[in-house]
């Protein structure tokens, strides 16, 4: 009995001290995975002792570790990727650059047979010295068949260089599955370009708008609607939302937006600019086509000073060689234009043909004066006046910026490229990239063209005032009516006129 009892007690003590023995080395065993789980919040604090934590043998460390050889393998790795100063995640999110697909060379093979005996950089000179004459002949052919195709080309222009943005930014994230991404996009484009474009419409064609009803409808209710439409994609975007995905959708959210702003609202200036008169859209565009085609040959030929880190093929030589090329063909291109009638006058709409015309009496501006010559130049050249039309002083102006200025569009459109590692936008003209690289100067310079006609061209426009006069009530009319004859006979000028009228 008491040789049982005794047994009895040493077994319950036996699995009492066992019990706390497996429960320590429970703790134990706890304590070092959660240490393990802060190890890589740790090392960032205390990069110093990273090495010795990594280099700890199993004297150091408790058994239990040595039963998780995969789980310190990634804790490895881990580190790792800590001590270069991003995560995977990080560094997926913030370069996403592999996803872009590389264009492929989409030279006419023509072009590759006949110059396959040259080296790669005199074969892309030639490339684009011959892609650059087609463009330059087209651009003289949709000149020729007027305004109303002009406009059709910048639309399409716009359309392709939204494209060309948005899918990079759709290869980029792609791999996300975003859900209405492409569709959301596409309809704030159609809304943006309904706003313009109805805008534009409603100021320039005011006369026809008042002439239908549907069309009146449409304008006096028009801002209305085009907020209707944006906030229908608003909702949209929001009911698009994913849990897992919500930053990256916000990313996308301000790269359509942002596109939207560069793309649509400048393509809609250069509309504007092209009611001004056909010579502001066409001077400032080829100003910029200068501008580009003469520093990259004096670039190609003279350059030796690299000019900014974005684009390296940019040198000082072909900067400043385009400036004074870009100077000088600005003033001879303007001389030959301001004649013209047919560039001159503004795009006007007439309500009897129900066409555009372009017929008008030019204005001061285009229409020839003499200027005195500073001494300096007269001792020179022994001139005292020189013969110009005033709107060659301003094409100064217009070159200037076109080759100063406008070539930073060019500098954006390189660090975007960068950002991504592509080289172009697409690869819609061989040896020129896409759309988009043809034109990242464009719309700096329509900003610029439009800002200056409005500071320094553009006065009161009577004909627009006498439209919405007509279209107000006759009541209204009246009153406007008598205000305005009361106002001229105040002055003194309502006699002289009813004066002149009796003779």
């Not at 809609?268 to 910029?288: K, R, T, Y």
């Not at 030929?301 to 684009?311: A, D, E, Q, V």
């Not at 009530?473 to 004066?499: C, M, V, W």
Request: net charge neutral.
């Amino acid at each position: 009995m008491i040789v049982n009892w005794v047994e009895s007690v040493v077994d319950r003590n036996l699995a009492r001290s066992l019990a706390e023995e497996v429960s320590v080395s429970q703790k134990k065993k706890e304590v070092v995975c959660g240490s393990r789980r802060t190890f890589a919040v740790v090392v960032r604090s205390r990069p110093a002792k990273m090495a010795e934590l990594r280099h700890r043998g199993p004297k150091d460390t408790d058994p239990t570790v040595q039963q998780q050889p995969s789980e310190d393998k990634g804790s490895d790795n881990e580190l790792k990727a800590e001590k270069d100063g991003v995560s995977d995640s990080e560094s997926k999110v913030d370069s996403g650059v592999p996803e872009v697909p590389v264009p492929a060379d989409d030279t006419p093979e023509v072009l590759n047979k006949a110059l396959s005996g040259l080296s790669s950089r005199w074969k892309n000179w030639w490339v684009r010295g011959i892609l650059t004459l087609a463009m330059i002949s087209f651009f003289f052919f949709i000149i020729y068949l007027g305004p109303m195709v002009l406009m059709m080309i910048v639309l399409c222009v716009q359309i392709k260089c939204f494209q060309e943005i948005i899918t990079i930014g759709y290869s980029v994230y792609h791999s996300y599955d975003l859900p209405w991404f492409r569709t959301l996009s596409w309809y704030f484009l159609l809304c943006v370009n309904y706003f313009f474009y109805g805008e534009t419409v409603t100021d320039y064609f005011f006369t026809l708008v008042q002439r239908e009803e549907p069309l009146r409808i449409l304008s006096k209710y028009h801002r209305f609607i085009s907020f209707a439409l944006y906030l229908t994609g608003f909702c949209m975007f929001v009911l698009s939302l994913v849990k897992k995905h919500y930053r990256l959708q916000f990313y996308m959210f301000g790269w359509t937006h942002v596109t939207l702003l560069i793309v649509v609202t400048q393509s809609h200036l250069i509309i504007h600019n092209l009611f001004e008169g056909m010579i502001w859209f066409i001077v400032p565009i080829s100003c910029v086509i200068c501008n580009d085609i003469m520093a990259y040959m004096f670039g190609f030929f003279f350059g030796r000073t690299p000019l900014i880190k974005l684009s390296p093929k940019k040198t000082w030589e072909g900067f400043i060689g385009g400036f004074f090329s870009t100077i000088v063909f600005g003033i001879m291109l303007s001389y030959v234009m301001a004649g013209c009638r047919y560039f001159v006058c503004p795009v006007e709409f007439n309500n009897d043909s129900n066409s555009f015309q372009v017929d008008c009496e030019p204005s001061e501006l285009f229409q020839l004066q003499d200027y005195a010559l500073p001494s300096m130049l007269e001792s020179v050249t022994g001139w005292t006046t020189v013969c110009l039309y005033p709107f060659q002083i301003h094409s100064i102006a217009l070159s200037s910026f076109a080759s100063i200025v406008g070539p930073f569009g060019g500098f954006f459109a390189s660090g975007f490229k960068r950002a991504f590692k592509i080289k172009d936008f697409a690869n819609t003209i061989p040896g020129h990239g896409g759309i988009m690289d043809r034109f990242d100067c464009q719309y700096l310079m329509a900003t610029f063209v439009n800002v200056y006609i409005a500071s320094f061209i553009r006065g009161p426009n009577p004909t627009k005032v006498i439209q919405q006069l007509l279209a107000l009530r006759p009541d209204q009319q009246l009153y406007i009516f008598n205000s305005l004859k009361a106002h001229l006979t105040e002055k003194g000028l309502l006699p002289a006129l009813e004066e002149a009228a009796a003779a």
